[in-house]
């Protein structure tokens, strides 16, 4: 089963009505080996298309369902994190889900979509330097 059909399962009943009977691939899966950073990073993404995108497994919410449920997902993603004690994951979420906000707020959806892939490999076993310092790198600063 991918992660994403996990991630599907693994939502609120409410939120499940709306699942897409395929949900679509898995957009991390090249880059992460470990199943519980991948689950986190897909339920995470699919949350941050429910507010910016187009969701691979949802359809059919008002604006204000899709909003709750992309702010359920990232929660979703967050606690797994949290229960396995993973900080440091959690800390380049949070970060991933402030900058992508932002990058959007700032008209520039391109920037977001680098700053999830360099998440992913801040996540993978590569452990790239991560979105923060990818930011502060695109912007020419030391903070964010």
Do not use: C, N
Request: hydrophobic letters at 45%.
């Amino acid at each position: 089963m991918s992660a994403l059909a996990e991630v599907v399962r693994s939502v609120e009943p409410s939120l499940r009505r709306h699942a897409k009977a395929e949900p679509g691939p898995d957009r991390f899966a090249a880059l992460l080996d470990d199943p519980d950073r991948l689950f986190v990073l897909e339920a995470v993404y699919e949350g941050y298309l429910l507010h910016y995108g187009v969701s691979r497994a949802f359809s059919g919410m008002e604006p204000d369902l899709r909003l709750l449920a992309g702010d359920s997902l990232y929660a979703l993603g967050l606690a797994r994190l949290a229960e396995k004690g993973d900080v440091e994951a959690v800390a380049e979420l949070s970060d991933l889900i402030s900058l992508s906000a932002r990058a959007h707020a700032e008209g520039d959806p391109q920037v977001a979509d680098e700053l999830w892939l360099a998440s992913a490999r801040a996540l993978s076993a590569e452990a790239s330097p991560g979105v923060r310092t990818f930011w502060r790198v695109m912007h020419g600063t030391r903070g964010s």
